[in-house]
């Protein structure tokens, strides 16, 4: 059974950035699509961005674009979130998700970490 720990997340001024991270094991890292979520307070999960096996092909919407990036580096079985210009509405608990497929997911994704919580300061 695959596993996603999420980790990066904490306090950050509005206007600054922040890198979130997801260490994936348990599974042929490579083999699978991933995505980041978020969980605003009162709000449902929202989906934020997607990558793909290897990394060439990138999906955002919503309050991700222009202003997130996903990446992944697949020596390391980690997928990362860069945050930049964030603000309170980027407030929430930031979740990584994993689809056992080479395209390019969206809402296809099955597995999930714990997720971890970003609070945007004014």
């Known amino acids: 059974q695959v596993q996603l720990v999420e980790s990066g997340g904490g306090l950050v001024q509005d206007g600054g950035s922040l890198r979130l991270s997801c260490v994936v094991s348990g599974g042929a890292f490579s083999d699978y699509s991933m995505g980041w979520f978020v969980q605003r307070p009162g709000r449902d999960r929202e989906f934020l961005a997607s990558i793909n096996w290897n990394g060439d092909r990138t999906y955002y919407e919503g309050s991700a674009e222009g202003r997130f990036f996903i990446s992944r580096d697949n020596a390391k079985n980690t997928v990362y979130l860069e945050m930049n210009r964030v603000n309170a509405d980027d407030t929430g608990v930031y979740y990584c998700?994993?689809?056992?497929?080479?395209?390019?997911?969206?809402?296809?994704?099955?597995?999930w970490g714990q997720g971890t919580q970003v609070t945007v300061s004014s």
């Open positions: 998700a994993a689809w056992y497929s080479k395209s390019l997911g969206v809402y296809e994704f099955d597995h």
